[in-house]
């Protein structure tokens, strides 16, 4: 794993606390939205996909720390939109930083950089940078050549500068296992911490529907990929999900693990459907009707997710339990 002991230790903490309060839904991971424009336009995203004036919006950093203190999550991470358009960004991160929270800034490093200097590497800072693949693979994922190489040459500084620096990878249909395995050696080259891989989820506002798989896809996929993997590998993610991922084990949604505030507020059911908002942590707990949502649910809009910010909750839940079920065959 790609995770320092420090992290780990976190995670285990909010576990065992919310055990011994006898609470079974609480937060791993705040997903923080200060905005939610983006510089790239990409096929797979349906995060950009708001009118103009919604994508004007952002939260103040006071929002942001109010959120993270609501929520108690240890692990907050920033996504978007591009958080690095939001002028006050380092304000926000400074301050999550401060009340101890491990923080994964996640940025397509357009414009890392150029804004580097505005922060200070951290144990509690974490860039993670968005790169789909090798160079080919990640430039027509996002829509524009020269990103990739835009990405690494930013991540290549941060690294030299002390900072954390892991990645971000989402795979569609038609990915090469071959040319990701070679990315993975590239990656661990280059001196990044960690790796988080997730299929991607099929955003309804996603212009690029065509590529997304389905749940025997994504299985498919992943025992390739990660089959005889390598040592070197460091992965970011719970080696219970990797075996999800593979359809070694079956794991249960667990959306509250991973909530989301942005712009509207707490987005309820999770960070991938768009069904109603909160104006609190705590109503959004309470009032959700959680059994609508899941795989097991029948919910359409989850029958083929398999998306890090639903299962990795539950990954960490049964890596404390014994009530995780093995599938009986190697059959998707």
């Given at each position: 794993m790609g995770v320092p002991a420090s992290q780990a230790w976190a995670v285990i903490k909010q576990v065992l606390r919310q055990k011994l309060r006898g609470r079974q839904r609480y937060p791993l991971v705040l997903m923080l939205e200060p905005l939610l424009r983006c510089n790239l336009s990409c096929d797979g995203c349906g995060k950009i996909r708001h009118p103009a004036d919604v994508l004007r919006r952002e939260l103040t950093p006071e929002q942001c720390l109010d959120a993270?203190?609501?929520?108690?999550?240890?692990?907050?991470?920033?996504?978007?939109?591009?958080?690095l358009l939001h002028p006050r960004i380092a304000?926000?991160?400074a301050g999550l930083v401060a009340?101890?929270?491990?923080?994964?800034?996640?940025?397509?490093?357009?414009k890392l950089e150029e804004?580097?200097?505005?922060?200070?590497?951290?144990?509690?800072?974490i860039l993670s940078i968005h790169l789909d693949g090798p160079r080919e693979e990640h430039d027509n994922s996002v829509g524009r050549a020269g990103t990739f190489?835009?990405?690494?040459?930013?991540?290549r500084s941060a690294i030299s500068r002390?900072?954390?620096v892991a990645t971000n990878t989402t795979l569609y249909?038609?990915?090469?296992?071959?040319?990701?395995?070679?990315?993975?050696d590239a990656m661990m080259a280059m001196g990044v911490e960690g790796m988080m891989i997730s299929p991607g989820y099929r955003y309804e506002r996603a212009p690029g529907q065509q590529h997304f798989l389905q749940r025997n896809e994504t299985v498919e996929l992943f025992r390739k990929l990660l089959a005889r993997r390598k040592r070197a590998w460091r992965f970011n993610q719970t080696p219970l999900f990797l075996e999800f991922l593979q359809g070694n084990v079956e794991l249960e949604c667990m959306p509250w693990g991973t909530p989301t505030y942005n712009v509207f507020g707490w987005q309820r059911p999770c960070y991938l459907l768009e069904e109603g908002y909160c104006a609190t942590f705590r109503e959004l707990i309470d009032s959700t009707e959680w059994n609508r949502?899941?795989?097991?649910?029948?919910?359409?809009?989850?029958?083929?997710?398999?998306?890090?910010?639903?299962?990795?909750?539950?990954?960490?839940?049964?890596?404390?339990?014994?009530?995780?079920?093995?599938?009986?065959?190697?059959?998707p």
């Open positions: 993270a203190h609501q929520c108690g999550a240890p692990i907050v991470s920033i996504p978007g939109g591009e958080p304000e926000i991160v009340q101890r929270r491990f923080v994964y800034l996640c940025t397509n490093a357009l804004r580097l200097s505005d922060f200070r590497p951290s144990r509690h800072l190489d835009t990405a690494v040459r930013a991540a002390g900072f954390r249909a038609g990915a090469d296992v071959e040319r990701m395995r070679a990315f993975f949502y899941g795989p097991s649910s029948g919910n359409a809009a989850c029958s083929d997710c398999m998306v890090h910010c639903g299962f990795e909750p539950s990954a960490v839940a049964a890596t404390f339990s014994l009530k995780r079920k093995k599938r009986p065959s190697r059959s």
